[in-house]
């Protein structure tokens, strides 16, 4: 079970709100793109610090906003006609290099290294690719769980309120950072496997 799960009933909540952006003449595209550049500049911001710090409760804080500007997006896109290519584009590759920026400054939080850090931000890459390689294959776009990028932020958010209020990391931190870097491999496997089986039923 993903939070992902919980996107339409998300998605209800927003909609007065994207009726609201579409009156102003707010299009898709420069929402998607706001959000990769709020994400690069925090995650660049915080990694400059290199040390914990308050600052880090900006991580829980941005994680929802930018979630909720992800399904604003797809609602200006679907529910008023700006569906594009260069849309499907920028959707994909913001979000990748949205996740890389703000996972970013975690290499310098203890108990966690670098190898893990660059890991889950390679597997992170890798299973939004598994995920569009279905349209590219002839399927749907595969969200399957079980770590999606909901669940990664619910993480990562979770660890930087932690930071922010000034708290050690338990050593045994580390073990749920290989923990999410094992899930989001299955999470890889699983969207494969799920694009395959869609083109065989058909």
């Not at 959707?91 to 190898?115: C, K, Q, R």
Request: charged share 15%; hydrophobic share 55%.
């Amino acid at each position: 079970m993903s939070i992902y799960a919980l996107k339409p009933k998300f998605q209800d909540l927003l909609r007065p709100m994207v009726r609201r952006l579409h009156a102003w003449g707010v299009t898709a595209n420069q929402v998607t793109v706001a959000a990769c550049a709020v994400s690069v500049a925090l995650g660049l911001g915080l990694y400059a610090l290199e040390q914990p710090s308050v600052w880090f409760a900006l991580v829980p804080l941005w994680m929802f906003l930018r979630m909720a500007l992800n399904a604003i997006d797809g609602m200006l896109a679907r529910e008023f006609g700006q569906c594009s290519a260069l849309g499907g584009y920028l959707n994909e590759l913001t979000d990748v290099v949205s996740d890389a920026a703000l996972y970013l400054p975690f290499v310098w939080i203890a108990p966690f290294s670098g190898l893990q850090i660059g890991l889950v931000i390679w597997l992170a890459a890798m299973s939004e690719l598994a995920g569009v390689l279905g349209v590219v294959a002839g399927a749907s776009r595969r969200y399957d769980g079980p770590v999606g990028k909901s669940d990664r932020a619910f993480v990562f958010g979770a660890l930087g309120l932690w930071i922010a209020f000034g708290l050690a990391l338990p050593v045994a931190a580390s073990y749920v950072m290989w923990a999410i870097a094992a899930l989001t491999a299955w999470t890889c496997v699983r969207r494969v496997r799920a694009g395959l089986s869609e083109l065989a039923a058909k």
